[in-house]
């Protein structure tokens, strides 16, 4: 058996090796989808997808190449399963936004009034945006709950990963406008919350599913900031957020304030006790990384 200093020097290289070959592929994936028709508005969704596709696809080259592992054991097998677990992620993601919401609709911090639009514009908006945000979610799910996450908790165990994975997550959105200490915690709090998403199913689609389901609950049907963005906006009715930051979160939006800490809260405890949860048999099969036993 390997020793403990050489457990961490592999496992160190593979991370390393994962983020060279991840931007290496970015480069690749973001020309080749330039080469598409894309409106200009579009670029940075091309980007997204392109580096998305990249971090996926290097994690499948390594877990396959390195570990000896299915492509498809970073959390990406598809079965007749996986349609109920990304159901079962948004509906998890959504009700613990919709507590911290209500919250505030019932402490009178949260107010709506009519905003010019139509019913057919209100669907359209819905339903593009959710494509959007589960492009954002992957992306995310992919950098800090994929491979590098996951060999993380195999050489540095489960507790390691997800605070170091959750402090980096926090500190990645260290920039985003009226971002304060609250919200710093309350951020790392979601990447820990997104962490045993994955751990209890061992599939970033159900991770992806959670986080989508939260900021799309927030941004499109509570029309409210997302991590202090304002760039989405629903139709219909137009939010005013009152009373004091450290329990509505202020500008930077619900995540900013107590509200959030009790979003987190609820979604947690639905993924940790829900029985629909648990880990699809065709991930199991192939052999994840952050499984226990022993390669024979």
Do not use: C
Request: net charge positive; proline share 5%.
């Amino acid at each position: 058996m390997r020793s403990r200093a050489a457990e961490w020097v592999g496992g160190i290289a593979r991370i390393v090796a994962w983020a060279g070959l991840t931007v290496a592929l970015a480069i690749v994936f973001v020309q080749l989808l330039s080469l598409l028709p894309f409106r200009a508005e579009h670029g940075q969704l091309a980007g997204y997808i392109g580096m998305t596709l990249a971090a996926l696809a290097a994690g499948a080259i390594l877990v396959r190449g390195a570990d000896g592992r299915s492509p498809v054991a970073i959390g990406i097998a598809v079965s007749r399963h996986t349609p109920r677990e990304v159901g079962v992620g948004v509906v998890i993601g959504a009700a613990g936004l919709a507590v911290a919401a209500i919250a505030l609709l019932i402490s009178g911090s949260l107010r709506y009034g009519p905003q010019a639009g139509t019913a057919t514009g209100w669907v359209a908006t819905v339903s593009v945006q959710a494509g959007l945000f589960a492009v954002y979610a992957l992306f995310e799910e992919a950098l800090f709950r994929g491979y590098a996450f996951q060999v993380l908790v195999r050489v540095g165990g489960a507790v390691f990963a997800i605070v170091l994975s959750s402090l980096l997550f926090a500190l990645a959105h260290g920039r985003n406008p009226s971002m304060g200490t609250f919200a710093m915690i309350n951020i790392f709090l979601a990447g820990t919350l997104l962490a045993v998403a994955y751990l209890r199913t061992l599939s970033l689609w159900f991770a992806t599913a959670v986080h989508l389901g939260w900021n799309w609950a927030m941004a499109t049907l509570f029309d409210l900031p997302v991590s202090g963005l304002t760039t989405f906006d629903t139709p219909l009715y137009q939010p005013s957020v009152g009373g004091p930051g450290w329990w509505s979160g202020g500008a930077f939006g619900p995540e900013g304030g107590l509200v959030g800490t009790i979003g987190f809260g609820v979604a947690l405890l639905m993924i940790l006790r829900w029985k629909a949860v648990r880990p699809d048999p065709a991930v199991i099969a192939a052999r994840p990384l952050v499984l226990t036993e022993e390669e024979p």
